[in-house]
């Protein structure tokens, strides 16, 4: 079969009709939902123009969407799906824990079972108390770490793109509107890798830093030898409270999170994404003296920590319990990476034969994997990743990176290559032109966290209008953590 010419004219109207039922829905949620998606790294603005599908089903690792199309799906519900969509050990298990219930007025004997499970997975953990998102999670460990230490600032790893939708972290962000100055300037950076980036915030501030909170690892980035040790020894020494979000490294980096992988204890740790396979569960882990502050074991000032009415309905503590009995039963992280080398290893010859290795790369850990895109002078390109998006959705690959999960097979790696070789050839062409003009349909995606709605903002009719194009840096923020 001849591919089309991806410079014809019809070629924008015929993407347009090939998502038809997808448009149509996304333009009814932008007038119902603000943003058009409940979480901005799901929004529209996110992929190609008029190319953003929605969803009606999956399994594995295959989607189909309102028009039919049926794609390899990668980014996994934003990392939270390891296992694969509708993975039956887990939804068994939550069918018949919502048969006797969801929601009840005393604890369920659930909520022990899940307690006692989680501790034993995760190293140095002494309480743990569950949630419905990371937010939550990773602020009631600020108020925690406040309340234990009397201080009043919280340090950032400040390279790492997303802690909490609450004023402390989001007013440090350029989608600061309505947040309040005075408690994000509380909020001060340090550098990954760079012990006296903190040493020097700790300088500027004496006694009165709180917390310390940074993944340990990221898909990009590992840590340099003695990094996380010695922040262990700062906070040792300092009385800073040291917290490492796991929200995407727990059970994705191992079942006992980074900590494990990297042999280093936080004093607190947040997590969740992949602890349902996709079901609402989030959970803060850590030590005694710590947690039972929020506690009626405690002599002085109480703090209100995570009382949540949904925290532990039946539904979630029911799939944790199946992903961590399934992940104790196969080799779930192993699975991630052989696919995700198998995967990596394929696409950069694709990038090789292609002659592009100088403008598309396939990086970071095997499970977690992202592509870098960049334009004819090798610069860092927005219109050419939105370009390299769209090819591979055209060709049945849907996401913004190639976060992998246990669900992917041989087979959609094998997809996912072909269409990879497809969107290079369109790549190719678009540097040899000059850029992405008469390539790419519409606008390319804008950043997720920024200050205003343009580039890709809606009209009142909910027509997408043209505000003037702007360059982004493809790592920009994306506040998938919630």
């Known amino acids: 079969m001849t591919e089309p010419d991806p410079r014809a004219p019809a070629e924008g109207a ?72 509708a993975y039956q050990p887990v939804v068994e298990a939550v069918r018949r824990a919502i048969g006797e219930g969801t929601s009840f007025t005393r604890p369920t004997e659930l909520e022990l079972r899940a307690a006692e499970t989680f501790l034993a997975q995760v190293p140095g953990a002494d309480m743990v108390k569950f949630t419905k998102n990371g937010s939550d999670a990773t602020t009631a460990a600020v108020k ?53 980036s903190l040493r020097a915030v700790l300088a500027a501030h004496p006694g009165d830093v709180a917390c310390v909170i940074l993944e340990a690892g990221t898909a990009l980035a590992e840590p340099a030898p003695g990094f996380l040790e010695g922040l262990r020894a700062l906070a040792d020494r300092d009385g800073f409270v040291l917290v490492f979000d796991e929200m995407i490294t727990g059970m994705r980096w191992s079942l006992h999170g980074a900590q ?8 607190l740790s947040t997590w969740g994404k992949a602890l349902g396979n996709g079901f609402a569960i989030s959970a803060l ?11 009626l074991r405690t002599s002085g000032r109480r703090v209100f920590l995570l009382s949540t009415t949904h925290g532990p309905e039946t539904a979630g503590l029911a799939a944790y319990l199946a992903v961590e009995r399934s992940y104790r039963e196969r080799d779930v992280v192993g699975e991630m990476e052989r696919q ?20 598309v ?9 992202v592509f870098v895109t960049r334009d004819a002078d090798g610069k860092p390109s927005q219109a050419h990743r939105t370009l390299f998006l769209q090819e591979l959705l055209k060709h049945g690959v849907l996401g913004q990176s190639f976060v992998i999960s246990a669900a992917h097979t041989d087979e959609d790696i094998e997809l996912t290559v072909g269409a990879v070789r497809h969107a290079l050839q369109v790549y190719r062409r678009s540097l ?16 997720a966290l920024r200050e ?14 043209n505000q003037g194009e702007q360059h982004h840096d493809q790592h920009h923020r994306r506040p998938d953590h919630q």
Request: aromatic share 6%.
């Open 14 to 85: 015929a993407a347009t009709g090939r998502y038809a039922a997808s448009n149509a829905a996304q333009q009814r949620l932008h007038e119902l939902v603000p943003g058009g998606a409940h979480t901005y790294a799901r929004g529209a603005d996110q992929y190609p123009e008029d190319m953003a599908p929605i969803l009606v089903r999956g399994r594995g690792a295959r989607v189909v969407d309102l028009d039919g199309h049926e794609y390899v799906e990668y980014g996994m519900g934003l990392r939270s799906v390891t296992l694969g969509h």
């Open 144 to 196: 925690l770490a406040r309340a234990a230490t009397g201080r009043r600032h919280v340090a950032i790893c400040r390279s790492q793109p997303f802690f909490s939708t609450d004023d402390w972290f989001i007013g440090t962000t350029p989608m600061n509107a309505g947040t309040l100055p005075e408690e994000s300037a509380l909020t001060l950076g340090f550098d990954y890798n760079d012990l006296d």
């Open 260 to 267: 494990h992988v990297y042999g280093v204890t936080p004093d």
């Open 285 to 295: 882990a850590g030590r005694r003296e710590l947690m039972e502050l929020g506690g």
């Open 340 to 359: 995700g080398v198998k995967l990596a290893e394929a696409v950069t010859e694709e990038i090789r034969v292609a002659g592009l290795e100088d403008h």
């Open 361 to 369: 790369e396939v990086t970071g850990r095997p499970s977690c994997l």
């Open 432 to 447: 040899g032109a000059g850029g992405v003009d008469g390539l790419l349909h519409g606008r390319p995606v804008a950043p």
């Open 452 to 465: 205003r709605s343009t580039p890709r903002r809606l009209g009142s009719t909910g027509a997408v209008v």
